[in-house]
């Protein structure tokens, strides 16, 4: 038997960026506007302070775990049977959350391109692309993931064309002034870091060393640093109030961007982000697929995947509106959000409990 191929820390850094970078992407300036107030952009830093927190609890499972995967160690202390039901919340949770950011994309795009196509025939296509990601494993989608961020990784560049029309006075010298519902919004903007906690399913994928895990704060790093650029300059070109009412304020930003040899540029450049949107799904679809076939190890991986794919599918014929799709996110977004924390956390309780019974018997 061959030995499994691991997962480079430089691949690992790429999937972590790619898993968190999503649809929020487009509405993360306004959010931190319209929650925070002035100087919004600020509270990206402690969202990235706790986010790497959560990843150092990840390295921690890592490490006490010695690069076991998930399941060996919860299999390990629970009877298989009881933590089938907490398989399939996880699954479930992964599966929509997937799902709903996929259905968002596709109406966006429609709303901009095809406001005359039934949405639905998009998110077939991005399924069955996905699909196809699916079926070459993690180290094809590494890989895949590799390429479509050297394919997106240029649009950053597109901020220099802002810097001539940027204001620092458009800051103003107050914090956080003219804001509301904080915490709503605060775990609103946390959603924008998510993705990063999928890493602790690469255990069994990667070499056994430091390196490995850096992979994932590295990416996070880059996000954080995408982040606070995009805001930066958003905050710096439009008043405020225009930050406030603008639905998409980084589609209005790729408007402005003008070329005589090519109209509505913002509508290709949207284009490019269905290599962020695709991997991001994958890898919360991946994470329900191989959660699942814990608890059927016997049927064939491309026939779940057809499945979960299909089921996926059909929920998403639910939400009819991008508002609807927006409550989804929003309420999944609280679930992932514990799940991140909360996996880590109980797996650490459960190597401690494993550690010091191993300890007592030996």
Known sequence: MLMQQKISPFHITVLTY??????VLFTLPRSLADYFGTNGWLVLIP???LSSFNIWLITLVFRLGQGRSVFAILEQSVPKLLLY??????????????????KKYVLVFQMLSFPSTNPMMFKLAIDVLAFLLLIKGIQGISKAATLFFWMAAWMILLLVWFVPSFRWERFTPFLLKGGHDQ?????EVYSAFLGYELSIFLFPYVNKNKKSMLGIYAGNLFLTLNYLG??????????LGQLKK????????LAYIQFPFIERLENLLYGFFLFLILITLVMYWWAAQITAQRMMPKLNMKILLLILISISYLISFIPKTLDQVNV???????????????????LILILLVQKKGGASTG
Not at 18 to 23: C, E, L, P
Not at 85 to 102: Q, R, S, V
Not at 329 to 346: H, K, Q
């Open 246 to 253: 603008l639905l998409y304020p980084v589609l209005d930003l």
């Open 47 to 49: 969202c990235f302070l």
């Open 328 to 346: 989804w996110i929003m309420n999944l977004g609280y679930a992932v959000t514990g799940i991140a924390f909360g996996l880590p956390m109980l």
């Open 183 to 187: 915490v709503k919004g605060a775990i």
């Open 85 to 102: 039901p907490f398989y399939l919340l996880l699954a479930g949770t992964w599966l929509i959350f997937g799902c709903m950011i996929g």
């Open 18 to 23: 790619m898993a968190q970078a999503g649809m």
């Open 230 to 239: 995009l805001t930066l300059i958003c905050f710096g070109f439009y008043s």
